[in-house]
């Protein structure tokens, strides 16, 4: 009852009869609210959808006390009817969840203990990109990377072997490119991953403008209700030394601004405001020209994350007019000796120059993040934050 609540509530959810196709549980070991706040696992949702060969379905992790029953949304199947469990893991904390959700559908945690008769476990997403081995011994495979160029020959692989011997199965995947199969490496899991007789190696797309990423299934009931979201760019190429999308999306690539514009037109038919995403938003090479034309076109915007500096005067302009009341930045350390020790290389007169941008553009709160307990850290650089915030919250 509760996942029909759910996506009536929905625009964008897709169904497909399941005769003949290959069964996919996409499973987000996190609330739905959470979850679909993803771009990641809304690419992944469209990008095994259209296939004609393949049906995916929505699961979300859910409290026992809540007294409801785990099923995917769309057809509310139980997940032991699904050939294939893919699980998104965006953050560590979250593999708690996903042995709970295995517990909740009475399937074993562990590989070696799984039959032919459960489902395949494929785990992807960011936390299993940067460090698959904590998940080793109960995902049957991972993959590493991007997944837009490898889900065709994945599914191709799943639907051949799938109804077989599970052993063959996974001797096929780790042929694959970017798949990570823990039970095919020359030593066990103590070694490092190197050790892998298939040298895994972490996929990416060269040319960003031939996959979409953008919101596919629209909620009122998620961090970003109100908005229809759009990827810009991918990777970093500052490299700043706490931080995961500088390292594992790698190199940095940026969507065309006629890519984002014909992007940008079709979410206008659902939401008034672009939400824009990328590791640094504000590093976008045509970020003016962007900006100017979303609001030509009458788009409200809002962005996922701002660089102090270089900060584009239009984009904070195009955020006040749009109705943002909080300008974030984050300059991560107090003193700029820590700053360039973690390669985030902006001074404080730099953050004074944004805080001016944002007095400028009346912005009602000006946010600032800062990090603790980084190497080398010292009282003076703890003092230092109060002097940041001192000098960029002044009158």
Not at 46 to 60: K, Y
Not at 75 to 97: C, G, H, I, M, T
Not at 219 to 238: K, P
């Amino acid at each position: 009852a509760e996942a029909r609540r759910i996506v009536e509530q929905e625009t964008g959810t897709i169904y497909k009869d399941w005769g003949g196709k290959l069964p996919v549980a996409l499973a987000y070991p996190n609330t739905y609210y959470v979850g679909m706040s993803s771009l990641g696992l809304q690419t992944v949702y469209r990008l095994f959808n259209q296939r004609p060969d393949v049906v995916c379905e929505r699961v979300f992790w859910i409290e026992r006390d809540k007294g409801q029953e785990l099923v995917s949304l769309e057809s509310q199947r139980p997940l032991d009817e699904f050939k294939v469990l893919a699980f998104s893991f965006a953050y560590e904390l979250d593999y708690f969840n996903a042995l709970e959700m295995l517990r909740q559908a009475d399937i074993p945690l562990l590989a070696e203990e799984r039959g032919e008769d459960h489902p395949l476990l494929i785990a992807g997403g960011p936390a299993v990109t940067a460090n698959p081995e904590p998940l080793a011994d109960l995902f049957d495979a991972f993959v590493i990377g991007e997944a837009e160029e490898l889900i065709p020959t994945l599914v191709e692989t799943l639907q051949e072997g799938l109804g077989g011997n599970r052993q063959n199965l996974l001797s096929a995947l780790a042929q694959l490119p970017g798949i990570y199969v823990p039970t095919h490496t020359t030593s066990n899991l103590q070694y490092p991953i190197s050790n892998i007789q298939h040298p895994v190696k972490r996929q990416w797309i060269r040319d960003l403008d031939a996959y979409p990423t953008t919101s596919v299934v629209l909620t009122g009931d998620t961090e970003f209700g109100d908005m229809y979201l759009v990827e810009i760019a991918r990777g970093c190429q500052r490299g700043c030394r706490f931080c995961l999308a500088g390292h594992t999306c790698r190199p940095l690539r940026e969507r065309s601004v006629e890519t984002l514009f014909h992007q940008a037109r079709e979410g206008l038919k659902h939401r008034d405001k672009i939400g824009l995403i990328g590791a640094a938003v504000s590093d976008y090479s045509r970020i003016d020209e962007l900006v100017t034309g979303l609001r030509e076109m009458g788009a409200r915007i809002s962005v996922s994350s701002l660089r102090v500096a270089p900060l584009s005067e239009m984009l904070v302009k195009s955020l006040a007019e749009s109705g943002s009341q909080t300008l974030t930045l984050a300059p991560e350390a107090g003193s700029e000796r820590l700053r360039a020790l973690i390669r985030k290389d902006i001074s404080t007169d730099d953050v004074m120059r944004a805080a001016d941008l944002a007095a400028r553009y009346d912005f009602p709160r000006l946010k600032l993040y800062f990090m603790l307990g980084l190497p080398t850290e010292t009282e003076e650089d703890l003092e230092a934050i109060y002097e940041v915030e001192r000098v960029s919250f002044k009158d």
